[in-house]
């Protein structure tokens, strides 16, 4: 426990990793030097207070790891031969008994071996480490940079997409709509040319009137859906619910939007995002999950807006079905495009729900 709450003591200090402590260095070789040296002045003065028989040496290890550290072995050395030094000067000031023993020599010389093993091990520690942060810096900047350019790459794909979708508009609007236009036009001079004459089929005739007038008004709405690429923040919630009106009209099933007074988002392009993810998800409903009822609805919660699409209907059966859908997937993508949540609640034979989490505009400022 001890050691763990120190560990987050220095992190909290300093505010990076342990290792880092470790391995910090001074700007100035200079600065170094001086620090090495009162260190080692330090622990002398210490270890001659004690006495003779209250030896200090385990503590000149710190500065000879400093010293390897911030200045190599050759340093290392040198400190290393400052310290016994030091410790033999002292030893002969008290008059200890064991200090004029020639074996004192052998003993010291084992101890600048111990302390260089020391420094030289602690000196390999400290470059590999720098080494490692080495390439994990240079990883994470080439994962950054990947992840940027793929961003980029699926900021383009949804471009691409809402042109084409634009395009496809377009084409059914001024295309397949004119010509359904005229045909209605034709059909329904037909229709008063027979009801005219009296004759039989003129009621065929009326009601293939009927029947383009209607695929016009559909093409009109799908016209209308794929052109609607730029939904103002104030709208959002009037598109949502005109979007369920149309849903209700054109599958018969039950759609519901429940609208509630909520703050805005905070540009058109989190607009558009958010009701195309209720348009795929209503989209995926009708097509998949056969439900009698949809609802749709625009919630506050905390400091987020939270876009709901729920059903009635037969759910997801696996789970590898909802990874590989590929409606699914772009929902979740637009929702990370504007820093929102995705996520998906199912249950076999009783419904799904979809629910896109979008901070507020004062919960990203408050963030930054």
Known sequence: MSTRLSLDGLRKRFGRPLSSVLSYKPEKQSTSIVLITLCVLLIGLLDYVTGAWLSLLVFYIVPICFAASWLGLPAAFVTTI????????????????????????????????????????????????????????????????????????????????ERERRTIGNDLHD?????????????????????????????????????????????????????????????????????????????????????????????????????????????????????????????KDDQSLVLTVSDNGSGLRTAHTSKNSVGLRVMAQRAKLIGGEFAIQSTPNRGTSIHCRVPLPAAIDSIA
């Open 82 to 161: 400052t310290g016994i030094s030091l410790r033999v000067t002292g030893d002969y000031i008290l008059d200890a008994p064991y200090a004029h023993h020639p074996t004192v020599y052998w003993n010291q010389l084992i101890l600048l071996s111990n302390y260089m093993i020391v420094a030289w091990v602690w000196r390999a520690l400290i470059l590999l480490q720098r080494d490692l942060e080495e390439r994990v810096s240079v990883r994470t900047a080439a994962l950054a940079e990947e992840t940027k350019v793929r961003e980029k790459l699926q900021q383009e794909l949804m471009e691409t997409s």
């Open 175 to 299: 295309g397949l709509g004119q010509h359904l236009t005229a045909m209605a036009y034709a059909a329904q001079i037909l229709s008063q040319r027979l009801d005219n004459q009296n004759n039989s089929i003129a009621k065929d005739a009326h009601e293939i009137v009927r029947l383009a007038e209607e695929g016009i008004l559909q093409s009109r709405q799908l016209a209308r859906g794929l052109l609607l690429t730029a939904i103002e923040p104030a709208n959002l919630s009037l598109e949502l619910a005109e979007l369920a009106a149309s849903v209700q009209q054109q599958s018969g099933v039950r759609c519901y939007y429940d609208r509630q007074e909520v703050p805005l988002v905070a540009d058109s392009t989190t607009a558009s995002h958010i009701f195309r993810i209720a348009q795929e998800a209503v989209r995926n409903s009708l097509r998949h999950a056969n439900p009698s009822a949809v609802t749709l609805s625009l919630t």
